[in-house]
């Protein structure tokens, strides 16, 4: 699926104070499934609704796919990485890759922090997931774009000016660069450096999440035959996680900006990554001129989006088991 970005109204919904409006009170919302929560002067708050899957009422546990915001714990991740001085982020990517190289005109040259800023000008903007009785590529056959990968080879192209350009692809190498720095699988990875170290234990990684989880509809109420799609391109797109977890996403980095005890990466990296490279990109999250940082996805069936405010520290997220239903819906979800 392409990213897309929320219009200004549907991220203006999420900076509005929370009132006590039930689901019930909402139309045409149809099975419709979500949670959204929020932290705003150190109070926590968060609501749930609608159904997960037939006769499976959503709660607080269920997750769901929150497809893009993926890439901003994959970001999280790759600054733990830098931390711990395994490596650097002006430094090219491929001197950190093993097995594979990013190929293209820049490949070479491709550093660490342009992936994360969609920089790099590597190919492939989203991934369409696969079906349960479709084979699972490795992620090597991804990255190399061999059967039975359905996405073409990731590799860079001629850009000028550090231009931004989306890449699911790119973020692809990141996870590349993590497995093969650290030895061991992304997702075991990053659940153990940053998903649990951020109070998240119920998020996952895996493909083929346990417990329970949403399954996915269509704008027009279809629903994804199996529930949903596989994400093997875990990095860019595969997170299963609650709206609860996007929100503590989002203040781990900003505790690491204000060099918290308990802060997942040090005050300068933090900072790094919410500065702007280029169209409001930053390391793994977007950069509103008004002082946001967020991040928003969509993958079949599953939307997704998190903001945090850096003045107030105000978070917010919603997710869904719906596509456009946040686009359309946020305002009832968070203001009557």
């Known amino acids: 699926m392409n990213r897309r970005s929320f219009n200004a109204t549907s991220l203006a919904a999420l900076l509005v104070p929370l009132p006590q409006v039930s689901f019930a009170q909402h139309k045409n919302l149809g099975a419709l499934g979500y949670q959204v929560a929020e932290l705003n002067d150190g109070r926590f708050t968060r609501r749930h609704g609608g159904l997960a899957k037939p006769h499976t009422a959503v709660d607080d546990h269920t997750v769901f796919q929150v497809a893009s915001c ?21 430094q090219p990517a491929n001197r950190y890759l093993k097995g594979w ?13 342009e992936l994360m800023s969609h920089t790099a000008g ?19 056959q991804i990255l190399a774009g061999g059967h039975p990968a359905n996405s073409k080879p990731v590799r860079t192209r001629r850009r000028l000016f550090s231009r931004f350009n989306y890449s699911g692809g790119g973020t692809l190498v990141l996870q590349r660069v993590i497995e093969d720095v650290t ?21 996952t990684f895996a493909i083929e999440p346990a417990g329970v989880f949403a399954h996915g509809y269509y704008v027009n109420g279809e629903p994804l035959v199996g529930g949903y799609k596989r994400h093997p391109e875990s990095a860019a797109a595969g997170l299963w996680a609650t709206a609860s977890d996007l929100v503590k996403v989002l203040q781990s980095i900003l505790l690491s900006l204000d060099g918290a005890p308990n802060a997942i990466i040090p005050t300068e990296l ?42 107030t520290g105000r978070i917010r997220a919603a997710v869904t088991n719906r596509n456009g239903a946040i686009e359309t819906q946020v305002g009832n979800f968070f203001s009557d």
């Open 70 to 90: 993926s890439k901003t714990v994959t970001a999280l991740a790759i600054l733990t990485l830098v931390r711990d001085g395994h490596i650097e982020l002006d």
């Open 101 to 113: 190289q990013l190929p293209g005109p820049r490949g070479a040259d491709a550093t660490i922090s």
């Open 122 to 140: 590597t190919t492939v903007h989203g991934f369409d997931g696969y079906k349960a009785d479709d084979d699972l590529p490795n992620l090597h």
């Open 183 to 203: 030895g061991t699988d992304f997702a075991s990875y990053t659940t153990a450096e940053v998903l649990q170290k951020i109070g998240a234990p119920r998020a």
């Open 270 to 311: 933090a900072q790094r990554m919410v500065t702007p490279v280029s169209q409001e990109s930053g390391l793994g999250i977007f950069v509103d001129p008004n002082g946001a940082i967020s991040h928003d996805g969509r993958n079949h069936g599953f939307d997704s989006v998190m903001v945090a405010e850096l003045g």
